[in-house]
């Protein structure tokens, strides 16, 4: 039991460091292999308030979707050797792993789901703030780093929604803190 609870912490705290530092830094320059994820995931999801067709493809034809299951499968596997030792720390990061395709998949298929019931990642995609919020199945990690920051349904929210438009917020680039 504790090791399947390390096992649920530790993929946590790995959602984290992978979205953040491998996604969002290496990916942020477009020759990396993980540009994918700034490049063509953020601009969508932020130019089709959430939505992201991509899910919707079959895996042959969707890139962005082929890298994001191999990314979770290779990170799962790396685990699987401790399965003798570790079966409960090797479960939770199999479960973990299917989760995070799970919620993330959904939340990009129907923001509404997304928004109330995993609002860290709508906050991380809508939010004023594209570089926070990184956890997608739960904002543990976002909690003990202090990366939380709340957006739907906040009056930030409101008052955004109320203004026009900007011209180019939808480029990659967050509209300003309210």
Same mark, same amino acid.
Not at 14 to 23: D, M
Not at 130 to 140: D, G, K, R, S, Y
């Given at each position: 039991?504790?090791?399947?609870?390390?096992?649920?912490?530790?993929?946590?705290?790995?959602?984290?460091?992978?979205?953040?530092?491998?996604?969002?830094?290496?990916?942020?320059?477009?020759?990396?292999?993980?540009?994918?994820?700034?490049?063509?995931?953020?601009? %969508?999801?932020?130019?089709?308030?959430?939505?992201?067709?991509?899910?919707?493809?079959?895996?042959?034809?969707?890139?962005?979707?082929?890298?994001?299951?191999?990314?979770?499968?290779?990170?799962?596997?790396?685990? %699987?050797?401790?399965?003798?030792?570790?079966?409960?720390?090797?479960?939770?990061?199999?479960?973990?792993?299917?989760?995070?395709?799970?919620?993330?998949?959904?939340?990009? /298929?129907?923001?509404?789901?997304?928004?109330?019931?995993?609002?860290?990642?709508?906050?991380?995609?809508?939010?004023?703030?594209?570089?926070?919020?990184?956890?997608?199945? /739960?904002?543990?990690?976002?909690?003990?780093?202090? %990366?939380?920051?709340?957006?739907?349904? %906040?009056?930030?929210?409101?008052?955004?929604?109320?203004?026009?438009?900007?011209?180019?917020?939808?480029?990659?680039?967050?509209?300003?803190?309210?």
């Amino acid at each position: 039991m504790l090791g399947f609870l390390v096992g649920l912490v530790a993929s946590n705290a790995g959602e984290w460091v992978i979205h953040k530092y491998v996604l969002h830094g290496l990916g942020r320059r477009k020759q990396s292999y993980w540009a994918f994820h700034w490049h063509e995931h953020h601009r %969508t999801a932020r130019r089709s308030g959430g939505v992201d067709p991509m899910y919707r493809e079959p895996f042959r034809r969707a890139r962005a979707k082929r890298r994001e299951v191999l990314g979770l499968l290779s990170n799962a596997a790396l685990v %699987t050797p401790l399965w003798r030792v570790a079966p409960g720390f090797v479960g939770a990061v199999w479960l973990s792993a299917g989760a995070y395709y799970y919620v993330h998949r959904r939340a990009h /298929l129907d923001p509404a789901w997304a928004r109330r019931w995993v609002p860290w990642h709508y906050d991380h995609h809508m939010g004023p703030r594209q570089h926070a919020n990184w956890c997608v199945t /739960l904002p543990l990690w976002d909690w003990v780093m202090g %990366t939380r920051e709340p957006w739907a349904g %906040t009056e930030a929210e409101r008052q955004a929604q109320a203004r026009p438009a900007r011209k180019g917020a939808d480029e990659g680039a967050a509209p300003a803190k309210a």
